[in-house]
């Protein structure tokens, strides 16, 4: 669909204003209705742009993805050394403690079996970030500052899984605490493979 700029802007209010109280809400405490409040929308307008609750829940999803994991913060292939993905999961938890969401986290916590679509849409979402923190190890290996033997790809699931796996632990306990832990962990496992004086 071609938009106007004046409809996509429309189409960008009603997805800000859909993510906003996903994160808040979750999905099942979020309506359409609510979605259409929120952005100041019509109904006609908001399924102009979204047939279905579905359809702008894989939106959201999509809309996410796209964006750099800590808002402000450089997009994850820019995390090529040690201080910088420490800096980057010292960013998550700032962001965790003044936001206390995380929209892909609370949607793949809520996550129904039988929505087949959505669920290939996060594991998109998610292997995306992955293969991003998987360039900057490899990098940082290139530069001979990880050993030849350390598996990128598990050490990017690693401080995702810390990442994704510690936010929803911390939105649980209302702490930070669980995400603090959790990076603590999988950053000893990539300096386990460091080669270089830190």
């Not at 979750?26 to 742009?49: I, K, N, P, W």
């Not at 936001?99 to 995306?128: I, N, P």
């Not at 990076?183 to 270089?196: E, G, H, N, P």
Request: net charge negative.
């Amino acid at each position: 669909m071609t938009l106007t700029r004046k409809g996509q802007a429309t189409r960008d209010r009603i997805l800000q204003s859909a993510a906003e109280l996903i994160a808040a809400r979750g999905v099942a405490g979020t309506s359409t209705e609510d979605v259409r409040r929120a952005a100041g929308v019509s109904g006609s307008q908001l399924y102009h742009y979204f047939d279905s609750k579905q359809a702008l829940i894989r939106a959201v999803i999509a809309r996410q993805s796209e964006e750099p994991p800590v808002p402000g913060q450089p997009i994850m292939g820019a995390l090529d050394s040690y201080d910088a993905l420490r800096a980057w999961c010292e960013a998550a938890i700032e962001h965790l403690d003044e936001q206390g969401v995380c929209s892909l986290a609370s949607l793949a916590g809520e996550l129904t079996a039988s929505d087949e679509e959505t669920r290939e849409d996060l594991y998109q979402a998610f292997l995306r970030w992955q293969e991003l923190i998987s360039n900057g190890l490899r990098a940082m290996r290139e530069r001979g500052e990880l050993r030849a033997d350390a598996d990128l790809d598990e050490l990017a699931l690693a401080l995702l899984t810390a990442w994704q796996g510690g936010v929803v632990l911390a939105q649980t306990m209302r702490s930070s605490e669980p995400l603090k832990a959790s990076f603590t962990a999988a950053l000893a496992y990539v300096r386990s493979f460091i080669t270089v004086t830190l």
